[in-house]
């Protein structure tokens, strides 16, 4: 009988745990998609100057690295502004549906990642813990510990392993 407390007392950690990963993997999937859709108004840039000195931008709907960017007076730190006004390699018209690419300057590399590589797997993961957490749940009036349909039984034991209801 401590065999079915001890599982129902792991299934309810996992259980736990599953949830927060439902959450954490839906709210990342809607943060990627409210990302890609803003990104067509404004571009989102973070300077960082490691010896590198790299550029993450997000715009037109993915996601570009330039690394050795040569622009040596602008400042570390986060920059937004209106898409309409930028100029640059990625373009409106793109969505953002297409396949990541590198191109390669001198001494500039830009790494392009559209934000759909990101949005469907989170999306994946989000829906298959959505169906599992769905699937597990016991109907009301069955046993905790085993399942067992109490439908009737007023005995106040589980007919099945013997647990108090």
């Known amino acids: 009988m401590n065999s079915y407390r001890g ?3 792991r299934t309810s950690v996992g259980s ?3 949830r927060v990963l439902k959450w954490a993997t839906t709210a990342l999937a809607g943060v990627v ?10 571009t989102l840039s973070y300077l960082h100057f490691s010896p590198d000195r790299q550029i993450i931008e997000v715009r037109a709907g993915c996601v570009a690295v330039w690394l050795n960017f040569a622009k040596k007076n602008a ?6 502004w209106d898409y309409r006004h930028a100029s640059g390699g990625l373009r409106r018209e793109r969505m953002g549906l297409f396949l990541p690419y ?3 300057w001198w001494w500039q ?14 999306m994946a993961i989000s829906t298959l813990f959505w169906w599992l957490g769905h699937r597990g749940r016991l109907p009301p009036g069955s046993c ?7 439908t009737g039984n007023v ?3 589980c007919p099945e392993c013997g647990n108090a209801t």
């Open 109 to 122: 590399k830009l790494i392009v990642i559209p934000l759909w590589i990101m949005f469907l797997p989170m």
């Open 102 to 104: 590198t191109v390669e």
């Open 144 to 150: 905790k510990d085993c399942g067992y349909n109490l």
């Open 155 to 157: 005995s106040g034991r």
């Open 7 to 9: 599982e129902s007392a």
């Open 16 to 18: 736990r745990t599953r």
């Open 33 to 42: 998609l409210l990302s890609w859709a803003l990104s067509f108004r404004w």
């Open 75 to 80: 400042r570390p730190g986060f920059y937004v």
